[in-house]
């Protein structure tokens, strides 16, 4: 279970659903698409970090990785920006930040 913006999403289905319809409209609202997708980078959410306790793994941060470049490849011709903004457990914040880049290298 996770949330977005306040909202409570039950599986990772349903937070592909849900980042869309925030970042895009629903498909019928659509007036305008997006140039680039920013990503605020932070890995402060993995399982080892003592901040967020959000208790997510490499391979979570690899899915919505993926996720963001399938809708970026959708919507703005795949171009992604991503910039590093946190972490606190090396080891997690080095496997983590390489998944990331290596999703968005693919």
């Known amino acids: 279970i996770s949330t977005i913006e306040g909202r409570v999403v039950h599986n990772k289905k349903s937070l592909t659903d849900e980042v869309e319809t925030i970042s895009f409209g629903t498909k019928n609202s659509i007036t305008s698409l997006p140039d680039l997708i920013f990503i605020s980078a932070g890995f402060d959410a993995h ?6 306790q959000i208790n997510l793994s490499k391979d979570d941060f690899t899915w919505i990785t993926n996720e963001i470049v399938t809708l ?3 919507h703005c011709e795949g171009r992604v920006v991503s910039a590093l903004e946190g972490g606190y457990h090396l080891k997690a914040l080095a496997e983590s930040a390489q998944c990331h880049i290596e999703s968005l290298c693919e």
Request: hydrophobic share 45%; charged share 20%.
């Open 47 to 52: 399982e080892l970090d003592p901040l967020a």
């Open 72 to 74: 970026a490849n959708t």
